[in-house]
T-cell receptor
Framework: AQSVSQHNHHVILSEAASLELGCNYS??????LFWYVQYPGQHLQLLLK????DPLVKGIKGFEAEFIKSKFSFNLRKPSVQWSDTAEYFC???????????WGAGTKLIIKP | GAVVSQHPSWVICKSGTSVKIECRSL??????MFWYRQFPKQSLMLMAT?????????EQGVEKDKFLINHASLTLSTLTVTSAHPEDSSFYIC??????????FGPGTRLTVT
């Protein structure tokens, strides 16, 4: 069955540290890849998405993600985090032409001021 | 950007009663909406896909007679939890598909069954 795994359930960083959150999926066909963020008390928001083309995708708020097909990975990165990045981050995958999302378990990110 | 609302944001009901949750796309039309359930410290679980004008498609293990979905218009889908039990207590989230493959999410509804 198709699945999405996020390597870290909790990450704690200091401000200005670099961030990388891992995401791997299991599906051999064409996929669409997403990172969503949920700030405390708010609803899910799309950070960035990959459908095709350049495997390095830039999203909002300085986030980027790289799709590495050979590794079935779509890791999220940010060179310098801010306290306001404290949130829960979800990786999700949908099979091409299928809008249904398969979700990772989420990573809670805490940024210490 | 596209906005999706849910009502109510939280509800407490007694065991055995039914609860209706509304999901609205405020500034766009959505032929497809999704209903998710999120357990504490777990990821979202897709319950069903709601299509305007047709029957919802339920995921394996989700009881369609318990979780009634009605997508009566292009901007409204409702989820009714019938004969609710404490184990139905959860966070229910809807999303609406706005063109392409992008889903916009509602803020969620916290259901507590006593």
């Amino acid at each position: 069955a198709q699945s999405v795994s996020q390597h870290n359930h909790h990450v704690i960083l200091s401000e200005a540290a670099s961030l990388e959150l891992g995401c791997n999926y299991s599906y051999g066909g064409t996929v669409n890849l997403f990172w969503y963020v949920q700030y405390p008390g708010q609803h899910l928001q799309l950070l960035l998405k990959y459908f095709s083309g350049d495997p390095l995708v830039k999203g909002i708020k300085g986030f980027e993600a790289e799709f590495i097909k050979s590794k079935f990975s779509f890791n999220l990165r940010k060179p310098s985090v801010q306290w306001s990045d404290t949130a829960e981050y979800f990786c999700a995958v949908s099979r091409d032409s299928n809008y249904q999302l398969i979700w990772g378990a989420g990573t809670k990110l805490i940024i210490k001021p | 950007g596209a906005v999706v609302s849910q009502h109510p944001s939280w509800v407490i009901c007694k065991s055995g009663t039914s609860v209706k949750i509304e999901c609205r796309s405020l500034d766009f039309q959505a032929t497809t909406m999704f209903w998710y359930r999120q357990f504490p410290k777990q990821s979202l679980m897709l319950m069903a896909t709601s299509n305007e004008g047709s029957k919802a498609t339920y995921e394996q293990g989700v009881e369609k007679d318990k979780f009634l979905i009605n997508h009566a218009s292009l901007t409204l889908s409702t989820l009714t939890v019938t004969s609710a039990h404490p184990e139905d207590s959860s966070f229910y989230i809807c999303s609406a598909l706005a063109g392409g493959s992008e889903q916009y999410f509602g803020p969620g509804t916290r259901l507590t069954v006593t």
